[in-house]
C-alpha cells in the first residue's frame, strides 16, 4: 500500500519541488495521486478542468490584449518585439513554476512553520527569481535583436537598445509582481489549510500572459515615444535593471537551497528561451504578411494549452518515477527504443491520463475559440473548415508534446537529473515552438485554399 510514504519522503527525495504538480492531485491534499491504483478517469478529467479553464481564460484574454497592441507604433515600427513574446511568456512558466513548486513543497515538507525560516526562504527565492528574470530577459532581447537581423541585414543601435531595456524591464517587473503574488497565494493557502499545490500553478499560469504582455506593450510604447526627444532614456532603462542584479545575487547567496540553483539553475531556463524564440520569429515572419493578421489572438492560447496539460503530464511521469523508482532505473515498460503507441495504450495511469489530456484538448479549445468569437476579437469568422484545421492543429501539437514529455523524463531520468526541474522548461518552450509553427501553417494552408475571409485583417 502507499500508505506507507509520509507526505514528506517522495518530497524530499525530489528537493527541487513537484512542479506542476498542482493541476493534478487530489484537493485534500494527497501527494499519493498518483500512486494510487484506482484514479477513475472522470475524477481526474474533473480536477484538471478546473485550473485548465482557469489558466486557458488567462491565456485568450492574452491573445486579446496582443491582438489590440498589435497596431500600436512601437509594434508595427519595431516588429522584433514580436520575438520577445513567446520568450518573455515562456519565462513566467518557468520561474513562476519552478518557484511556486519549490515553495509549496517547502510548505509540505513543513519548512514554513517558523516565521523567520518562512521569510528566509521567501526572499531568498524571490531575490533569485529576479536575477533569473533579469538576466533572461536580457539574453531574450539579445536573441531578439540576432534573430530580427539576420533575415533582413539591417541593424539599428537605438532599437536594440529599446528591444533590451523594455524586455529587461518586462521581465523584472512581471516577475516580481507574479512573485509577489505567488507568496501571498501560497501562504494564503497554508492558513486556510489548501494544498497550495492545488491552487498555486493555475494561478500563475492564468494571470501571468496577461501581466507580462500588458506590461511589455506599457514599456515599448512608453519608450517608443521617448526615442526622439530622449534617446538616452532606454539605455537609462537598461542599465538600472541590469545594475540590481548584483543587489539580488548577494541577497539569494546568503540561503544554501537559492544559492546552489544561482549556479545551476540555468541551463533549462536559457534553451526554453531560445527555443521560445525561433517560435518569435515565425510570429514576427507571420505577422509580417497583411492576410495573416487574425493569427495573432490565437497565438497565446494554442501555445499556453499546449504547454499546460503537457506539463500535468510530465509532472505525473516524475512522480511516478519519484515513487517506483530508483533515480537511473526505468520502469520495464520504458525500456527499449522508444515507439509513440507507448505512451497512449496501456492500463497504468499514466497512459490514462495521456488520453485524458488529449481528449480535453478539442472541447477545450471550442470553448476558448467560442469565447475569443463573442469577445468579437478575432478577426476570423469561425466557419467549419477554420475551425477543424484549428483543432486539427491544436491536436497534433498536444499528441507530439505527449510523446516528447514521455521520451524526454523517462530519458532524463535515466541520465540521473530530476525531470522535475529540467523538463518542464523544455516541453512548455517547445510548446511555444510547435504551436506558433502549426498554427502559421494552418493559416497559410487557410489561405491557400481560399477560406479567404477567414483571414481578413480588421
Known amino acids: 500500500g502507499y500508505g506507507a510514504y509520509s507526505e514528506t519522503e517522495p518530497m524530499l527525495s525530489a528537493q527541487e519541488g513537484e512542479e506542476a504538480e498542482a493541476e493534478e492531485e487530489e484537493p485534500t491534499g494527497a501527494a499519493q495521486g498518483s500512486a494510487l491504483p484506482k484514479e477513475s478517469p472522470l475524477a481526474m478529467a474533473l480536477q484538471i478542468l478546473l485550473p485548465f479553464l482557469l489558466a486557458g481564460f488567462g491565456t485568450v484574454s492574452a491573445g486579446m490584449v496582443l491582438d489590440i497592441v498589435q497596431h500600436w507604433d512601437a509594434f508595427q515600427y519595431i516588429t522584433e518585439i514580436f ?42 527565492n524571490l531575490a533569485l527569481k529576479q536575477v533569473q528574470a533579469t538576466v533572461v530577459g536580457f539574453l531574450a532581447a539579445v536573441a531578439a535583436v540576432v534573430l530580427g537581423w539576420i533575415p533582413e541585414g539591417k541593424f539599428q543601435m537605438s532599437h536594440a537598445v529599446l528591444l533590451c531595456s523594455s524586455s529587461v524591464a518586462t ?66 532603462v ?60 490565437y497565438t497565446p492560447v494554442i501555445n499556453g494549452i499546449g504547454g499546460n496539460l503537457v506539463a500535468i503530464q510530465s509532472s505525473r511521469f516524475s512522480t511516478h518515477l ?16 522508444y515507439y509513440p503507441c507507448r505512451t497512449f495504450f496501456g492500463s497504468g495511469a499514466n497512459h490514462r491520463s495521456a488520453q485524458v489530456l488529449l481528449l480535453l484538448v478539442i ?50 531520468w535515466r541520465s540521473g537529473k530530476d525531470p522535475d526541474s529540467f523538463s518542464i ?31 481578413v485583417g480588421d
Open 83 to 124: 520575438i520577445l513574446v513567446p520568450a518573455l511568456l515562456g519565462l513566467k512558466g518557468n520561474l513562476e513554476m519552478t518557484l511556486a513548486s519549490r515553495l509549496s513543497t517547502a510548505v509540505n515538507v513543513g519548512k514554513m512553520d517558523s516565521p523567520i525560516e518562512k521569510w528566509n526562504l521567501i526572499i531568498g
Open 171 to 236: 521581465a523584472f517587473i512581471a516577475s516580481l509582481l507574479q512573485g509577489i503574488i505567488m507568496v501571498g497565494v501560497i501562504v494564503g493557502s497554508k492558513k486556510t489549510g489548501i494544498n497550495p499545490d492545488n491552487v498555486a500553478t493555475p494561478i500563475a499560469a492564468s494571470f501571468g500572459d496577461l501581466i507580462t504582455l500588458a506590461i511589455l506593450a506599457w514599456i515599448s510604447q512608453g519608450l517608443y515615444t521617448c526615442l526622439d526627444p530622449y534617446p538616452y532614456v532606454s539605455s537609462l
Open 425 to 455: 522548461p523544455y516541453l512548455t518552450a517547445l510548446g511555444d515552438l510547435l504551436g506558433t509553427a502549426l498554427l502559421a501553417l494552418s493559416f497559410h494552408f487557410l489561405w491557400l485554399i481560399g477560406d479567404q475571409d477567414s483571414d
Open 322 to 337: 519519484h515513487f517506483h523508482c530508483a533515480p537511473g532505473e526505468v520502469p520495464d515498460e520504458a525500456k527499449g527504443c
Open 363 to 412: 472541447p477545450g479549445h471550442l470553448i476558448f475559440l467560442y469565447t475569443i468569437h463573442l469577445m468579437k476579437s478575432g478577426h476570423t469568422t469561425l466557419t467549419p473548415i477554420f475551425m477543424s484545421v484549428y483543432l486539427a492543429a491544436a491536436l497534433l501539437q498536444v499528441l507530439l508534446l505527449l510523446c516528447i514529455a514521455d521520451w524526454m523524463v523517462h530519458s532524463m
Open 238 to 297: 537598461c542599465a538600472f535593471f541590469m545594475c540590481l542584479t548584483p543587489l539580488w545575487m548577494v541577497i539569494s547567496s546568503k540561503h544554501p537551497a537559492s544559492r546552489t540553483l544561482l549556479y545551476s539553475g540555468w541551463e533549462p531556463v536559457i534553451t526554453a528561451m531560445l527555443i521560445s524564440s525561433i517560435g518569435g520569429l515565425i510570429l514576427d515572419k507571420t505577422l509580417s504578411n497583411p492576410n495573416m493578421a487574425g493569427i495573432v489572438v
